[in-house]
Structures are given as C-alpha cells and as structure tokens.
C-alpha cells in the first residue's frame, strides 16, 4: 500500500530504527526546559509510529509537538541510531502543511514573503549609509535578523569590514527565505531569482554573509545553485575574518556559543575561535560547545511561534556563559546575539556581541 | 473610557505610539495602552534600560517585541528614568495581562511636567486620536 505521507516514504525505516534510548532527552533544548517527552525526538519519533501505523491522525492537535522543535540538530549528533530527526521533522512539517495544519506564525510567515522582502514585513530597508548593488569584490549579505532586529550589530560589523578595506557592496537584498524549507514551506524562488540577480549583477566572485542561516542556504539549497554555478564563493565571515590580522586585543574573560546552523549543520566551529583566540587571551569554552553546544532556542522557527520557551530556552545558554565567569558572550549569528540578548537579565553582566560587533567595539575604545 | 472595545483611561496622557503617562507628582509613570498591547499580541521581551539613562521627547530610548512585532519606545517628555518594573524582565506578558497597573513599564522624573500638555489627554481627543488611528490599522491588515 502507498505510503500516506512523504515522511513515511522517505524515513519510515529511521523512525522505526530509533531505539528510544533517550540520549536525546540530555542534549535536547526544548525537552531541558519543559521536560515533556512529546516535545523531543523521542517522543516524537513515537508519535510519528504512531502515524504510521494508523493509531493516530496527523493533523492540527500534532501541530505543538511538531512545530515546537529547532532543528538544532543535537539529538541527531548524540543517537546512536543516527536518526536524522531534523530532516524527518522538516519533511513531517511539509506533510501537515500539504493537509492544511500548519502552525498559524509559519503560515503567516510563507504569506510574508509573499508579499514582502524579509520576515517581518518591514517595508522600510535599514539604511546603512551605505552604497548597494554596486560593483565589488565581495557581497556583504545581511540577513532579516542582522537587518531588523540586529542593526547596531549589522552596522559594526560594516564598520569593520571598511576599516579592513574590504571591497564589498550591499545589495537590495531580500530574504533568503531557507526558513521556509524549516517550517513546512518551500525556498520562495522569486526572492531567490531576486537575490541571484543582484548578487550577479555585482560581478562580485565571493558572497560574505554574517548570517549562519543565509550561509546555509546559500550552500546547501538548489534553488541557490546558481552561486556555485557562477564560480561564487559563499564565506561565513568567521571564515573570511580568520585571513586578517586582527591587531586589538582585550584582556576580559571571553567564551563563545556556537550557533546551530554554523556548528552542527555546517561543521564551522574553528573559525571563530581562531580569530577569538587572536584578540582574546582569556578565551573560556563552556562545558557544552562546539558539536555539543546547546541551542539558544531560536532556530527552526520556534522565536516566531513560541516565543515565551524561545527566550526562556536562550536563558539556560545565558546562565551556562555566565558560570563560566565571562564577561563577554560572543557567537557568530544574529539571531542567536537576538535572543539571548532578550534573555539576558540585568543582573547577568555580561556583554553579547558577534565578534565582528566586539572586534569593531575594542578597536573604538583602542 | 472604552472605545470601540478599548479600555482607554481618559485621566492619563497619552504619546501618539500608543504609550500612557500618568502623573504621580515627582515622577511619572509610563506603559503601553490597551489598543496597542491587543495589536502587539502576547509581548516577550521588553527592554529595561538602566536607571539614570536621560530621556528625550520623542527619542527612542528602549524597544519591546511581540511574536511578530518590534515596537520602539520613545520618550514622552525629557527627564531622567528613575525606576524601570523589573517584573517585566521574567513576565513581559503582564502588559498583557494588566497594562494599566501591573504592567507599567517606566518611570521618569520630568525635567519640565509642562511638556504634558502636548500630549493628548481630554477625553474628547483621546476618542478622536484612537479612531482615527483603529480605521488606520485596519486598513494596513
């Protein structure tokens, strides 16, 4: 018999592989701070046999458990299985969203971009008070975050890059809209199409993008074949920062969370710290880092739906940066400086920064 | 005064983004209004800069999120902000719940109260101000 659901055609036998040990539970960022089974790999991969074996109907009452997950990737690099639970949860998402039960922020998110050139429906591009679209070495791709939420953090990141005399032009961007592909939709070619052309159109070689999500869209997405068609590179800056010399220094105790998309879906973890380590004598990791770094609760779409367990997600991060004794958080994506920014309290002293954000902070203080 | 389903206090002041002021004497004391806080939805974070920070008219001085929305606050008069509610800090959503009381979000010792007056604050403006800008936002949905 035809399977119902895409999900079932393509990972039945994973599902069915997961063992339920659990050692998901340890790693899992939604399961450490509601403790409720359902919403972690386990258990979903539970309700998942559960689908497939009839017992129970994929449809709106899932929509919690299915939706409230980001994809972090960490039950997948602690299963022993191998189980690909994030892979699974963005093929299940399709699959509910092709019935019509979907999670009413990511629907209102696919509509967004619809009608709009980011996610959150800002009319008005940030100005930067800088030139775009023109011809450059190098494209500076900022991403919806970097743009709307981060932009202090987006313009310290351009100051430095000047200040290194990179030869780079913005574009009228607009959202890479990889998100999409998370939450039950698909990459929205028209703003793809739009962001190859400006990007060709530039005759830059490279693409530089402070955005761990945009770097992985840019390099792992069809829709964005073109780029590599075209000979265009596509850098991290934590990749393209490490080739300079970075001449300040501080002596406050600093660490580092490695952003999910970056670290465990991208494999960057060296990077950073090369370039850390240059300006930072007192470099502390956390107990969790790198592969095992724990998710600031902001990915997969879960800052949007479920913000409350977002933030209180990026408040567990904060507090493991804290007991290190670092004054100074710094991590290589928006989005994660976003929300555990939002998470922090005032007690907890301690500054969060990309390090692009912090290198051009030290160099205005030197 | 309830407007078209707003809870709109008519002996408090308001700045035209939708944020309340209510003088206390020394000090006034700021939030988001009922109209506002059902547009923004459930808030998550709001920000609580540091006593002491010095407030201009009309300068954002912090910012608040929704799920979907980031909203600036901007100063309603000039003064120094003196107290900040640090129950907002780990339960944003008493705006939601209590926008008037439990949910107020600053407070800022004036450096001059008479900048009040270009608020708007009669009963009869404040009805005209808040239908104009109900039939504003329906439009833009």
């Known amino acids: 018999m035809e399977a119902k659901y895409d999900f ?71 299963c022993p299985s191998d189980v690909n639970v994030p892979e699974i949860i963005r093929q299940v998402r399709k699959d509910m969203v092709g019935i019509g039960s979907c999670h009413p922020a990511f629907r209102g998110m696919q509509q967004v971009l619809q009608s709009h050139s980011n996610i959150y429906a800002e009319d008005e591009p940030e100005d930067f008070g800088r030139e775009r679209n023109k011809k450059a070495r190098s494209v500076y791709f900022i991403g919806c975050v970097g743009s709307h939420r981060e932009a202090e953090s987006t313009l310290a990141t351009l100051r430095l890059l000047d200040r290194l005399k990179v ?33 060709l159109a530039t005759g830059s070689e490279t693409i530089i993008t402070g955005c761990p999500y945009c770097f992985r869209t ?23 920062l490490k080739r300079f010399d970075i001449e300040v220094k501080t002596d406050r ?7 999910c998309d970056l670290g465990r879906h991208c494999g960057i973890y060296q990077e950073p710290r090369d370039t850390i380590q240059k300006i930072a004598s007192n470099f502390v ?42 004054e100074v958080l710094l991590t290589e994506c928006n ?32 | 005064m309830e407007i078209e389903g707003y809870n709109m206090p008519e ?24 109209f506002a806080r059902k547009l923004a939805g459930e808030i998550v974070y709001v920000q609580l800069p540091e006593e002491g920070k010095m407030i201009e008219t009309g300068k954002k001085f912090a910012k608040m999120e929704s799920g979907k929305w980031l909203g600036k606050v901007f100063g309603p008069v000039s003064g120094e902000l003196v107290e900040v509610n640090e129950a907002l800090e780990e339960n944003p959503g008493l705006i939601n719940e209590d926008c008037y009381g439990k949910g107020w979000m600053y407070k800022i010792k004036p450096r001059d109260k008479s900048e009040l007056e270009k608020l708007i604050h009669t009963a009869e403006d404040i009805q005209k101000w808040l239908l104009a800008d109900i039939e504003k936002y329906a439009k833009e949905k």
């Open chain 2, 11 to 34: 002996d408090l002041y308001y700045e035209g983004n939708h944020f309340w002021v209510r003088d206390e004497g020394d000090v006034l004391v700021m939030g988001m209004d009922d």
């Open chain 1, 8 to 78: 079932v055609k393509r990972y039945r036998d994973q599902i069915l592989k997961c063992s339920k040990c659990g050692f998901c539970q340890a790693v899992c960022p939604v399961f450490g701070l509601t403790l409720r089974p359902a919403l972690n790999a386990r258990g979903k991969m539970l309700i998942l046999k559960e689908v497939m074996d009839g017992q129970i109907a994929l449809d709106d009452t899932l929509i919690e458990t299915l939706f409230q997950c980001t994809t972090c990737a960490n039950c997948l690099k602690n």
């Open chain 1, 253 to 259: 105790r600093v660490t580092y969370h490695d952003p």
């Open chain 1, 167 to 199: 030869d780079y032009t913005l574009i009228d961007e607009v959202c890479c809209s990889g998100v999409l592909e998370d939450v039950g939709f698909q990459t929205n070619e028209r703003l793809a199409r739009k962001n190859i052309e400006l990007v």
């Open chain 1, 218 to 240: 840019f390099t792992q997405n069809q829709q964005y074949a073109a780029f590599k068609e075209n000979g265009i590179d596509v850098l991290h800056i934590s990749q393209f």
């Open chain 1, 335 to 366: 989005s994660c400086v976003h929300n555990l920014t939002n998470a922090r309290l005032r007690k907890q002293h301690i500054g969060i920064y990309t390090t692009t954000a912090f290198i051009n902070l030290l160099m205005d203080a030197g």
């Open chain 1, 285 to 326: 990791e956390m107990p969790r880092n790198r592969e095992n770094a724990l998710c600031c609760g902001a990915g997969g779409g879960v800052r949007g739906a479920f913000a409350k367990n977002s933030i209180a997600m990026a408040r567990r991060r904060i507090q493991e940066a804290v007991d290190t004794g670092a």
